[in-house]
């Protein structure tokens, strides 16, 4: 069995069992005018970080191995959008609402839609999912364990957010979780480390956090 080093311990490497989850590298989170930016962030963070995303993915492609998608949207007639999830704060634009790439969060919408460097290519699997967590209201279990996939690297945004909200997810599904520390980014740098550092803390009690080069290393001479 090939190992990726990681932290808090090496990731034991199951090749026939592995798949990348990119959590919601959309224009939304990353284009102003976007939801995120909606939300008062600076969206410049997140598009830093399409590089290393877009390398991940590649290895997982030469290696033939699975990778899937994710994007947090709603259906256009908002009914999975709970009020309590519209109404919260005080955005300048609502999911649902018109703005300069269609509406929020719709689905269908041009600003909805994954980031060009790091699209699904045919054959990808793509979850839409209405909440935070890429397991709730969706097929996403039901699909990982028709291929019997048992062990999940973890990329995209937010580190605190989605990304952490699936991966938590998932660990509790019975899932071994590796979060790649240069393909996610948060709004905030201290909440990144943060995640990071809760992820990995008393012996991965949520998963493995590992460098871009290692998982890389590994996929390919694994
Ligand atoms: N995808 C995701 O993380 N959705 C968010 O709303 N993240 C924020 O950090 N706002």
Same mark, same amino acid.
């Given at each position: 069995?090939?190992?990726?080093?990681?932290?808090?311990?090496?990731?034991?490497?199951?090749?026939?069992?592995?798949?990348?989850?990119?959590?919601?590298?959309?224009?939304?989170?990353?284009?102003?005018?976007?939801?995120?930016?909606?939300?008062?962030?600076?969206?410049?963070?997140?598009?830093?970080?399409?590089?290393?995303?877009?390398? *991940?993915?590649? =290895?997982?492609?030469?290696?033939?191995?699975? &990778?899937?998608?994710?994007? /947090?949207?709603?259906? +256009?007639? !908002?009914?999975?959008?709970?009020?309590?999830?519209?109404?919260?704060?005080?955005?300048? *634009?609502?999911? =649902?609402?018109?703005?300069?790439?269609?509406? &929020?969060?719709?689905?269908? /919408?041009?600003?909805? +839609?994954? !980031?060009?460097?790091?699209?699904?290519?045919?054959?990808?699997?793509?979850?839409?999912?209405?909440?935070? =967590?890429?397991?709730?209201?969706?097929?996403?279990?039901?699909?990982?364990?028709?291929?019997?996939?048992?062990? !999940?690297?973890?990329?995209?945004?937010?580190?605190?957010?989605?990304?952490?909200?699936?991966?938590?997810?998932?660990?509790?599904?019975?899932?071994?979780?590796?979060?790649?520390?240069?393909?996610?980014?948060?709004?905030?740098?201290?909440?990144?480390?943060?995640?990071?550092?809760?992820?990995?803390?008393?012996?991965?009690?949520?998963?493995?956090?590992?460098?871009?080069?290692?998982?890389?290393?590994?996929?390919?001479?694994?």
């Amino acid at each position: 069995m090939r190992e990726i080093k990681a932290q808090p311990f090496p990731f034991p490497l199951r090749r026939e069992r592995i798949a990348l989850v990119v959590i919601d590298m959309q224009r939304d989170f990353a284009e102003p005018g976007g939801f995120g930016e909606s939300l008062g962030n600076d969206v410049s963070r997140i598009t830093r970080i399409i590089p290393d995303v877009a390398r *991940l993915i590649e =290895g997982f492609r030469t290696a033939g191995l699975p &990778v899937i998608h994710t994007m /947090e949207c709603h259906r +256009a007639d !908002l009914s999975d959008l709970p009020p309590a999830k519209r109404d919260r704060g005080n955005p300048s *634009l609502r999911i =649902g609402d018109l703005g300069p790439m269609g509406r &929020v969060l719709i689905a269908g /919408e041009a600003g909805t +839609a994954i !980031l060009d460097a790091v699209a699904p290519i045919h054959g990808e699997v793509v979850i839409e999912k209405p909440g935070k =967590g890429a397991f709730y209201a969706t097929p996403l279990g039901e699909i990982l364990k028709a291929r019997g996939i048992e062990q !999940l690297v973890f990329a995209g945004v937010t580190t605190e957010v989605c990304v952490q909200t699936t991966m938590r997810e998932a660990n509790d599904r019975g899932y071994e979780c590796l979060l790649c520390e240069e393909a996610t980014e948060s709004y905030f740098e201290e909440f990144k480390m943060a995640a990071i550092a809760m992820i990995r803390a008393q012996g991965a009690i949520v998963g493995w956090t590992a460098h871009l080069d290692d998982i890389l290393e590994a996929l390919t001479h694994g």
